[in-house]
């Protein structure tokens, strides 16, 4: 009753004065009460969305009308039910083999998004990855990844490699496990792995998440072998605002003479476009100035936001420690995904990339936060009626020779699967895919190891069951500054 009573009155005001397209500024700025979030949810889609020529409800001529307009907006219970319908096939619509869009979303609160991007999540410091036990069976085992220092976990008898099955005494299942590990605080049933077999041990530990931040560069070290000098970095997210502790990680390489870097991004499921422009300058230098990669926007924002990002030698005004290299290795999970796969694809080129571990992810869009301000990429002057924000996928990259076609990731030259039976310490030239790498570097053929028939099936990980832990995003200062106001109109 209360709708059909809305609807009426929006017809009334409709027949009183229709307005065209060209004069709806105005108009729509001042909604409907109660409508300010799907108004922006939908303006900024429309703007913005990089399939917005493919989603018919985001044709610019569905605003002609105002009272059909905000009809249509009122005929969506829910803000969140109206960005799902005007995205272009999402995964939460789809299967997976079909699905389009399967990373853009919506929050009614953008502080968890700041946050985020910042390293500050609600953690306890256990990183994990989850596996089946085949490829048909619904029970989950979870297995540790790493421990992120100063975390709860960080003070608990649990490690890289220990194995659960269970939270708080149930077992998990693909059915369970995002809202058994949703639990601010859990106690993880541990077991011992055999052969695929997963058998409890009697052993647990209780972990709680609290407010944490991480700085991503996790271990920088220099492995002495022969003649080589190699640096290996294990770094786990693209954080801008840790770019200066990066550039010191390649400083203390350089230092120490480093002839060849392994790359560990096996656990790094992407973050910002500037940092993986960076990190790329970092692992070569000789190539300042040049084309790292492309960026493709929707036909309305190309012209203003299309973007080159080229390599660089600053960070932040400060001289970049570049290693001058012509050739990498980039260890690789199922999880490595978008700004991970962007240093892949976009030092392809120009260096000799080898690859080592598993297929990545396959993201190559990249987001931006959009706010329900005037410019949309600012908080400033934002509406004070509600604090929704939208991460859509805005842009396509591709590589200085225009390839960006790996939505189904990136293969590696060498494969080699992680074992959960065999996990290592990461730095340590026992553990498989280090070793593999340095036996290819220093042509030590007892060092590379072969891909065995492991019976785990990647299935998650606790970056890919929290909330765009695995965006690849472009922030609003990396933009023009200098767009016309009239570009961000209708």
Known sequence: MKRTYKLLILFIIGAIGFQSCDDMDDSLVATTPGLEVQTFIWKGLNLFYFWQADVPDLADAKIANKTEFEAFLLSKETPEILFQDLLNKPISKYPLGEAIDRFSVLVSDYTYLENLFQGITKNNGVEFGLYRQNATSSVVYGVVRYIIPNSDAAGKDIKRGDIFYAINGTALSIDNYNSLLSNDTYTMGLANYDNGNITPNGESVTLTKTELTENPVFKAQTITSGSHKIAYLVYNSFTANFDQQLNTAFAEFKAAGATDLVLDLRYNSGGSVLTATRLASMITGQF???????????????????????????????????????????????????????????????????????????????????????????????????????????????????????????????????????????????????????????????????????????????????????????????????????????
């Open 288 to 490: 300042n100035g040049q084309v790292f990669a492309k960026q493709q926007w929707n036909a309305k924002r190309q012209e203003a936001f299309g973007l080159i990002n080229k390599f660089t030698n600053t960070v932040d005004n400060a001289a970049l420690n570049s290693l001058n290299l012509t050739k990498v290795y980039i260890l690789t999970t199922k999880s490595t995904a978008s700004a991970s796969e962007l240093v892949i694809n976009g030092l392809k080129p120009y260096i000799d990339v080898v690859q080592i571990g598993d297929v990545t992810t396959g993201k190559n869009m990249a987001s931006i936060t959009l706010y329900d301000s005037p410019s949309y990429l600012s908080k400033d002057n934002r509406s004070t009626k509600h604090k929704y924000a939208m991460q859509p996928l805005v842009l396509k990259t591709t590589n200085k020779d225009n390839f960006g076609d790996y939505e189904n990731g990136l293969v590696p030259t060498v494969k080699l699967s992680e074992d959960p039976a065999n996990m290592g310490e990461l730095g340590n030239l026992t553990e498989p895919l280090l070793s593999t790498a340095v036996g290819l570097i220093t042509t030590n053929g007892r060092m590379i190891r072969q891909d065995s028939e492991i019976k785990a099936v990647p299935f998650k990980d606790s970056k890919s069951i929290k909330r765009f832990a695995t965006d690849m995003y472009v922030e609003p200062k990396d933009l023009p500054s200098d767009v016309p106001a009239s570009l961000l109109q209708f």
